[in-house]
């Protein structure tokens, strides 16, 4: 078995801490723009991306309560059905609008992807029919 040298570890940690410059104060959630470092609009269309993001969409669209009480204890089981009755009868109408709402971006990305797949298709034919242009102009000549 081979000894650890901690102190050894430890002075190359303060060193590659030194060279990248990390300060002794670790960051706080005000010092991270969390929009910004999350939410980035792709600059060309990626097909793969799309399709991942439709899979996403189309399994997460429904974002109901999910029914019923589990438990096996019957008072909190009576306790916990309370809670979710009081809970359901607040937060159903606003579940309602969300799922529509869901529903309708699903729909429309699906959209998108099928006008994608769409213009795809006919930028080869436009290419398929330039060429043929290109070819028939270069024998009239």
Known sequence: MTDINSEQIMNELRKEIAEKGIDKEP???ADVNRAEASFHLP???NEEMMKRELVNVNGLWDSSLEP??????PIKK?????????????????LEKQVIFNASVANSM???HCLAEENASLK???KELTERIEKLEGTAK
């Open 78 to 94: 009576k306790i916990k059905t309370v809670v979710y009755k009081m809970v359901t009868a607040i937060m159903n109408p606003h």
């Open 124 to 126: 080869e034919q436009v």
């Open 68 to 73: 019923g009480v589990k438990s096996t204890n």
């Open 43 to 45: 600059t060309k269309y």
């Open 110 to 112: 699906n959209m998108m």
């Open 27 to 29: 960051l706080k959630f």
